[in-house]
């Protein structure tokens, strides 16, 4: 991969290496663009084949949350970390533990503000924790915003409504089905919203631990993973992979309406959700119905601290932004990813144009 190359074609600021020989620490950082305010994403921690394929993850995750907090209205711009190893292993000895992320923090600390980090995939509050003893750059501390799981699944909800709006010219989920695939965190919550608002589930998941519970709670019919694309329904809502929207599963789909929290839920973006709009099938882009938990977490910075009923006034606005951009899309014959993409640069491309004004400083 030709990296500057790369760069130069996505309007990349920075792409950082570290290294600490005491404790092993491999990690990339990313900042994709910082004009809306410091970037801020997560740090995944994985066990990548080769070095390529961890800057490739960061470079693509970097430039998703450029977008995702340009469109939920942030003052936050794109970054993610990505660390090469396994956490598990790191996870079996504490004093290296600590030492490990305390690196990563003073690293973090060393970027002056221009990222903030988080958990992700790999990583745990505790981790979190560590970071914090050696930089403020880090949000999703213990005692402040939380799990963002709850938040995101709120967002998508939201989300729901507003498609159903759209399509249905009614944001009622009340009888509607819905499809969920995957009922880990977010896709619990979800659930749960959707069955107190009266809407009837259908839900696969590799794990039984986590169907018991959703049949259990909320009454969830179940079906084998491989048969959630084909059901009869109003609603797909992807909640645990990303890429099932593609050329195997959209001839199956039978809904109207494909809204989740997955990230990257359609395998080829063009292609796909093309595919979608010449089936009559309204897509919900994802990086807006899962900016639930970016929007709470980004509350942790706001003056006087975390403050959640803010925190969910702004998530409420999703269901703004989703009608609108599929009320745009509808009129300009867009296809709705393509005007969300569109949203989030024009944002950028605009505020882009008042840093020529002087200021005697900014907040972080
Ligand atoms: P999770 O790991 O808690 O839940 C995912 C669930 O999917 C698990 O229960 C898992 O068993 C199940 N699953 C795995 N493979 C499956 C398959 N083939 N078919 C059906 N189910 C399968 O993760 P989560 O936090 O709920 O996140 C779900 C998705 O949403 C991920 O793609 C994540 O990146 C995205 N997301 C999450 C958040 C958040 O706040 N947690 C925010 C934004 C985006």
């Known amino acids: 991969m030709d990296k500057f190359g790369y760069m130069e074609k996505f309007g990349y600021e920075q792409l950082c290496f570290f290294h600490d020989k005491y404790t092993g620490l491999k990690a990339i950082t990313c900042i994709h663009n910082t004009v809306l305010g410091p970037s801020l994403g997560g740090t995944r921690f994985w066990n990548y084949a080769n070095e390529e394929d961890a800057v490739e993850d960061v470079l693509r995750l970097a430039r998703g949350m450029t977008y995702k907090s340009s469109l939920a209205g942030l003052a936050l711009g794109g970054g993610k970390s990505v660390i090469i190893g396994d956490y598990r292993e790191l996870r079996k000895d504490p004093i290296r533990r600590e030492a490990f992320w305390r690196a990563f923090g003073r690293y973090i600390e060393g970027l002056n503000g221009r990222y903030i980090t988080a958990e992700d995939i790999g990583t745990t509050t505790q981790d979190m924790v560590y970071v914090n003893m050696e930089t403020t750059n880090v949000v999703g501390l213990p005692g402040r915003s939380g799990d963002p799981s709850p938040y995101t699944s709120l967002g998508a909800y939201k989300s ?124 919900a882009p994802d990086y807006l119905a899962n900016a639930g938990g970016v929007i709470n977490v980004s509350y942790e910075r706001a003056e006087g601290g975390y403050n959640e009923e803010a925190a969910l006034r702004d998530i409420d606005r999703i269901y703004i932004r989703m009608k609108d951009i599929l009320k745009i899309s509808e009129e300009t014959g867009q296809l709705t990813y393509e005007t969300a993409d569109k949203l989030a640069e024009e944002r950028i491309k605009s505020v882009q144009n008042i840093r020529s004004i002087l200021t005697t400083g900014r907040r972080s």
């Open 160 to 283: 729901i409504q507003a498609c159903c709006e759209h399509v249905y010219g009614n944001s009622s989920v009340e009888g509607r089905t819905v499809t969920v695939q995957g009922v880990g965190q977010t896709g619990y919550y979800l659930c749960k919203l959707l069955y107190d608002n009266g809407a009837k589930l259908i839900v696969s998941d590799v794990s039984q631990e986590r169907i018991d519970r959703v049949v259990e709670e909320f009454g969830a019919k179940v079906v084998d993973v491989n048969d959630i694309y084909s059901q009869e329904c109003d609603i797909y809502s992807p909640c645990a992979l990303g890429a099932t929207v593609n050329d195997e599963t959209i001839p199956q789909l039978k809904c109207k309406i494909v809204c989740g929290v997955a990230n990257n839920v359609l395998k080829d973006a063009p292609v796909h959700a093309k595919a979608l709009q010449d089936r009559g099938i309204t897509y």
